[in-house]
């Protein structure tokens, strides 16, 4: 069964920075396709990040030029680094494969990142 433990959020103030960190296993974490995902209150779930085996990126135009995804194969893990946070990226944030197979099936318990004055 696929576990994603995701860590590293808080709180944090507008234009501040945060990492976050996402440990998959359960598969062979290499084969696939990683993205970042974040639901704020009152949203639906959104993918704003996500990055192939082959380390290509693509981001949500919300937060180009601003999030970085990547991912270290070895540790089964996906990162996000955020930076010049903004208000509107409070939110939980989780990480799912990105697939035309669709998400796996479990999610982790989410990271808050609350951004505030």
């Known amino acids: 069964q696929v576990q994603l433990v995701e860590s590293g959020g808080g709180l944090v103030q507008p234009g501040g920075s945060l990492r976050v960190s996402c440990k998959v296993s359960g598969t062979i974490f290499g084969i696939w396709a990683m993205g970042w995902y974040r639901q704020a209150p009152g949203k639906q779930r959104e993918l704003v990040a996500s990055?192939?085996?082959?380390?290509?990126?693509n981001y949500v135009d919300s937060v180009k030029g601003r999030f970085t995804i990547s991912r270290d194969n070895a540790k089964n893990t996906v990162y996000l680094q955020m930076d010049s946070l903004k208000f509107e990226d409070t939110a939980v944030y989780y990480c799912n494969r990105v697939s035309d197979r669709g998400a796996f099936d479990s999610w982790g318990q989410g990271t808050q990142v609350t951004v505030s004055s």
């Open positions: 990055i192939t085996r082959g380390l290509n990126t």
